[in-house]
């Protein structure tokens, strides 16, 4: 035999091995059944001490939430253009608050009614921080409004900051 007949016998011989169907078995196997009953949660359970414990937790946020609204404050949105990463900004009136490296000043806070809709308005100063050139000169010293920021807009490379609210006025 030559050495082609040789290679074709073993191709025929692959081929007619696979062509042959392989044989299963005659029996089904099957996992036993699982009573949901019977299975433990993979969570802890709660004792009814911690229930009491969480209802007092809120019981507190919720008072410090209406210690929080009864003085007169401004809700400002900050955006940091980098990360596109926003926070809510709660800033007391005359009192400064620092955001990164500004630092926020709301002067007054009102609302107004413009084309019969009511429109919060804040007088807000902006200092950057970062810039050591002048600590008086403002990056931003002027009105704000909530339903348009783009009226009077508050221009930073990096932050972005929108009046939200005015409350207890």
Known sequence: ?????????IIILIFTIQSFPAFPENTISSSPLIN?????????????KNESLNNIQ???Q???QNQEIKSSHAILIGLDKITAKSSQIKVNINESKKYGPLEIKILKCGKVKVNNQIDDVAYMQVKDLSK???EKVFIFNGWTFSSDPNVTPFDHAIYD???????KI
């Open 161 to 167: 900051l929108q009046l939200l609210n005015c409350f």
């Open 132 to 134: 050591n050139e002048n």
């Open 62 to 64: 919720k008072r410090r």
């Open 36 to 48: 949901l009953n019977e299975i433990q949660p993979s969570f802890e359970s709660i004792d009814e």
């Open 58 to 60: 809120k019981l507190k």
């Open 1 to 9: 035999m030559r050495l082609g007949s040789n290679i074709k016998f």
